[in-house]
C-alpha cells in the first residue's frame, strides 16, 4: 500500500492524477466554485447514464418500495445547499511515505450549491421499517477495487440519512449535474469527507444490518497498519487553505511577489462546527497572528473566507495559515500518518520569495 | 530538462498534474466535450477579470488602434465554431526519457462549441498596415518561467490571423467562457494546439518583425537537443483515442470486459485535414482492421467519432487504434522524442483482460 518515501510518483498514480484533478487555490477567491474547477475524484468510469430510462429503487427495509423517475424527484419539494466537498485522501501525497493512491496535494476541496429532494423526505414517502440501522446508496458506477468487483457504495447511519441535511441533488450550481458530478442525481451529505456523496446513484437501500462492503470496511478507514479494523473516515476535520500571493514559476510553482503590504486571503471549513479562528504564520509556524475570518457559515461544513494583511519584507518566506473549529480542533503543523492516507490536515504551507524592488512583483492580491 | 527514464514524476510535476488535467478517456463519448471534462493546462495561475472594467486593446502596426469593451464584442456579428482542441505536450509522459514538464499521458484534449466574434472582423475594424507581419496576442496571466517574468503570449503569421477561421471566442458550450478557459475572452485557432489558443486576452498588437518572446521561441519548438533553433510547434498532428472497453481497476486502470461482440469507439482528429482512416488493432499493432469512420468535420481540427465491431475472445489483449489524415500522415507505433516533448502521436495502448464468462464481464459497451 506504500511507496518509499523518496521516491517519485509511479505510472498508476500519475494514470489517476491526470484523470482526477484538484481545484487550484487561485479559485478558493469564489464563494462557489465554478464547474469545471471543483475537484473531482471518480473512483472507475464516468458512467453513460439516459436520464429517460433511469430510476431511482428505493427498497430494502422499508413499507413502500419506490421507483422514481427524474421528472418525479423534480417535482418533489427543492432544497437548495451550499456545501464544501473535500477528499477523504486530500494531503496524502505529503505524508511520508506516501500511501499508494491519488496523490494529492492539499488542492482536492470544492463548494458547490447543491438543489435536489432531501433524502429523509423520500425516505418518509417510502416508509423506514423500525429495524433499519442503515441506508446504503449504490452508484450506476463500476470497477474493480482491492480485487473486487463491485459498484460503488457507501451507507449513512438512519440517524444521519435522516437529519435535515442530507440531499439527492439533481442541480449543481443551478444547472444539471454535469456528468462528472454524478449525473443525474446523487447524494450530498453536508460535513462528511466525498466518498459519502455517491454519485450516479441508481438505489437506496434501508439495511438491517450495518454494511461491511468495500468503501465501508475495507477503504475509508484510519489505521496505523494494515491489520487494524480502524476507525471510519466521517466527517472533514478542520483545514485552511490560502491563495498563493504573487506569481509563479511554471514547473516549480515557486512564488515570486513584491515587498510592501499584501491581503492573504483564503477559506476555512470544518464538516463538525463552524471555523472559530484563523491563524497565520510568515516564518514556517515559528509565530502566528490572527486573521479576520467570516462568521458563521449558512451551513455545517460549508467553508468560511478569512483575510489577513501581511507586511512582506523581502527575503524568502513560509506562509501557513491554521484554522481552529468550535469543538477546539485545530489543525496540526506535523500530519499524523495513516495506512490510506486519509485526513492529513497538517497546515498548508507556501514558500514565497519576496523582491526588492515592486517593479518585478507581479500583480498585487 | 529531462528525467531519468525509470525514476517516477517529481513533486514539480505532481504539482501540475494536481492542478491541471486531462479528459478521462470515457469522455470521448461526448461529441461535445462537457464543461469540467474538457483537458485544462494553465501555465501560471487563473487570474481574477472583472469582465466590466476589462478592454481588448487592438494596437501595433493598425490604422485606428481600438480599446473595445465586452459589450461591444458581443455587439458584432456572432460565430460559432466547434474544435478539437489539444496539448501540445499531449502524450508526453511516455517518452523516455521523459521532458520534465506536465505530465501529460494521452488524455490532453477536448472539443468545444466556441462561441465569438472572427478574428478578421476584428482586424479589418482596426486596419491592419501593410507592414504587419505577425498578430500578437498577450494574456492576462503573468508568471516566471525559464527564468524570465512574462505574461503569456504566443503571436500568429498575418495570412493565419486573419483567415475565416480564428475565433475571438466568449462563450464556451453556449455560456460564458468559465474562468478556466479564458474568461472573459480567448482566441480560438482550428486545427492548431492548445498553447496557440491563448487565453484571458488583453491586447492583440499586429508587429512588423516576427514575435520572439519565450513561449514562441524558447517554448513550443522540436528539437532533438537542446542547443538547435528546432522547428516551431503548430498544428496537430493526427491522432485517435478510443474510450477504453469494460470496467477499470480503481488503482491500476487496468480493464476487464467479458467475451463477445464489443463496439469499440472513439474520435480522431488533424489539425491539416480530415480523417481518412481509423485502424484498430487487437495485438498490439502487429494486426489492423479498418475502423467506420464519421465522414469530413464539420470543420478543420474538430474530431470525428469513429467504431468498430471487436469480437473478444478470453485472454489478455493489447488495443490500439492508429489515424491516418487526408495529407497521408499516419500515427507512428513509437513516438519521436524530442526535448519538450511535443506531438507525441504514438498509437494509444489499452491493455485488456477478456474473462472466461460473462458475468465477471460488468456493463458493455
Known sequence: MSDSAGGGVPMEELQLATRNHGMPLEALRYPVTPVGLHYLLIHYDI??????AWRLRVDGCVERPLELSLAELRAMPATTRVATMECAGNGRALLDPRP????WLVEAVGTGEWTGVALDHVLAAAGLDGDAVEVLFTGADRGVEGGIEQAYQRSLPVEVATSADVLLAYELNGAALPPQHGFPLRVVVPGWYGMTNVKWLTTITAVGEPFAGYQQATAYRLRRAEDEVGEPVERMVPRSLMVPPGIPDFYTRARTLGPGDCELTGRAWSGTSPIVAVEVSADGGASWDTAEVDPEPPAVGAWQGWRFR?????GDHELCCRATDATGARQPLQPEWNTGGYANNA????????????????PRL
Chains 1, 2 share one sequence.
Open 310 to 314: 501581511w507586511h512582506a519584507v523581502p
Open 47 to 52: 458512467p453513460a447514464i439516459d436520464p429517460s
Open 347 to 362: 497546515v498548508q504551507r507556501v514558500a514565497v520569495h519576496v523582491t526588492d524592488a515592486a517593479q518585478s512583483s507581479g
Open 100 to 103: 499508494a493512491s491519488q496523490p
